[in-house]
């Protein structure tokens, strides 16, 4: 069982910046797959962003340009840079980690990112 920490989330002016980090409690070297998904009040659950091992990263067409995602396996860290932030940002944000084989999926408990006009 491994536990995923979301931090960073809070409260920024349109413009800013926030980096998101998900701590996991245990190694992240095996998981295949692993991003943010976003919830914004009374709308869908979408992806906004995932990196593949191997380093492939793919993107929502609505953060490509403003949000990088890295992961550190050495300190089991995902992270997801966001710049040039937009009140249609607001969500709550939830780290994921995916295993392919057999699959199996971990979500943390998400982090709230309010941008203000």
């Known amino acids: 069982q491994v536990q995923l920490v979301e931090s960073g989330g809070g409260l920024v002016q349109a413009g800013g910046s926030l980096r998101l980090s998900c701590a996991a409690s245990g190694s992240i070297s095996r998981f295949n797959d692993m991003g943010w998904y976003r919830q914004a009040l009374g709308k869908q659950r979408e992806l906004v962003a995932r990196?593949?091992?191997?380093?492939?990263?793919n993107y929502a067409d609505s953060v490509k340009g403003r949000f990088t995602i890295s992961r550190d396996n050495a300190k089991n860290t995902v992270y997801l840079q966001m710049n040039g932030l937009k009140p249609e940002d607001t969500a709550v944000y939830y780290c994921?980690?995916?295993?392919?084989?057999?699959?199996?999926?971990?979500w943390g408990q998400g982090t709230q990112v309010t941008v203000s006009s």
């Open positions: 994921y980690a995916h295993h392919w084989l057999p699959p199996y999926d971990y």
């Open positions: 990196i593949i091992s191997g380093g492939s990263t």
